[in-house]
């Protein structure tokens, strides 16, 4: 099977969602923790009907988990930056991400298209802690030069998909 796009690793031909499987997953994000029974009574599905939705989409991949949000501020880690690394060469992104999941303060870390290679979601828990985390990073031998932007505040958080097709 092809691949949907360069972007993604789905083939081409996966079934899309339907609605009721769409409204499941916005139940799902609003609250995992949520029995099917109660999700059920907002999609307008009898409980066994939404397990067996539930355990398809797991199946397809489409629900690769559950997890807790949790409030960085509330654990310590009241600054956030988005540090861009700039590379040297052409450094792989098997290097890239070896390095930088050997810290714990990055949450997310992304190759981009333009000038900058990775950008890098950091929490730390002050701005001194922030400034000893950039150095560091800007200490791997791959990276020639760093640019960070700090959080002022976060005006928007949703998350990592949104909750309906693609239109």
Request: aromatic content about 4%; overall charge negative.
């Amino acid at each position: 099977m092809p691949p949907a796009s360069p972007f993604s690793d789905r083939p081409a031909d996966v079934a899309p969602l339907d609605s009721l499987d769409t409204a499941i997953l916005r139940e799902l994000a609003v609250d995992a923790r949520a029995s099917y029974a109660e999700i059920g009574a907002a999609v307008s599905l009898s409980a066994p009907a939404v397990k067996r939705r539930v355990d398809r989409l797991r199946a397809r991949g489409v629900v690769r988990g559950y997890t807790v949000l949790l409030d960085p501020a509330a654990l310590g880690w009241a600054t956030e930056a988005f540090v861009e690394l700039y590379c040297h060469g052409s450094t792989s992104p098997a290097t890239m991400r070896a390095a930088v999941e050997n810290y714990p303060e990055v949450v997310s870390a992304s190759t981009v298209t333009g000038d900058v290679d990775v950008v890098l979601q950091v929490r730390a828990h002050d701005m001194r802690h922030l400034e000893q985390v950039v150095e560091r990073l800007a200490a791997e031998p791959f990276v020639a030069r760093t640019r960070s932007t700090i959080v002022l505040s976060a005006l928007l958080r949703r998350p990592d998909v949104p909750a309906g097709p693609p239109a």
